[in-house]
């Protein structure tokens, strides 16, 4: 079995290509889905969270406002570290005991787990895995997606994307690159190319 990291970058694309590789047959974990997992009411990593934020940062269920407490770390480092600190072991943890589950119904030594990890590089994630695909678009596709996907200006759209690692910078980890400036087809036609190559 082998183990298959994604990255990129804020609305690089690493969804839709993490969605193709599923339909092709390849086991998906999607990291944002188990951080979200971790963070349900009254777990853990939800006290902590509220211990630390606040119960403004809550909905009427007790759920966490993602909305809200995404915009307070926006603009504050520090209450972002901490934030990070307490959900990545968590999210790590339930990716560790997802793909250990794979690992007992599957026995085929080709068989492709692929998951979707958005801050792989920047946890020093990428040598667990025997590939890492980064998927790449330039930052001014980045600039226009964000400002049509979350209704932002150029500059917040400009500034969301400066929290994070330059696309450019993750290249360099790269086992296997993915394109995505073209059609979804295009792109899923690249992601089928790499499917059949890592699977044979």
């Known amino acids: 079995m082998q183990l298959v990291g994604i990255t990129g970058g804020v609305a690089s694309g690493k969804s839709l290509v993490l969605r193709t590789f599923t339909n092709l047959g390849a ?14 009411p009254c777990s853990k990593a939800w006290w902590e969270i509220v211990r630390f934020f606040g119960d403004g940062i809550l909905t009427k269920d ?14 504050d480092v520090k209450k972002r570290t901490a934030l990070e600190k307490i959900i990545h072991p968590k999210v790590r ?6 793909v250990a589950a794979i690992k007992k119904i599957e026995s085929k030594p080709n068989a492709l787990v ?9 946890t020093g994630w990428q040598d667990e895995f025997d590939t890492v695909i980064v998927v ?7 600039i226009r ?13 400009q500034e969301m994307i400066g929290l994070q690692m330059p696309l450019k910078g993750k290249l360099k980890f790269a086992d ?4 995505n400036e073209g059609t979804r087809k295009e792109t899923e036609k690249q992601v089928r190319t790499v499917f059949e190559r890592l699977s044979s």
């Open 62 to 75: 007790l759920a966490i406002d993602r909305k809200k407490l995404r915009a307070i770390v926006f603009s």
């Open 93 to 98: 943890r339930k990716c560790v005991e997802r």
């Open 114 to 122: 692929v998951i979707d990890v958005p801050l792989l590089i920047e």
């Open 145 to 157: 997606r964000v400002m049509e996907r979350d209704g932002l200006t150029k500059a917040e759209a």
């Open 176 to 179: 296997i690159v993915i394109t």
């Open 27 to 40: 086991y998906a974990i999607d990291c944002d889905v188990l951080s979200r997992e971790a963070v349900v």
């Open 136 to 142: 790449y678009v330039s930052e001014e596709t980045q």
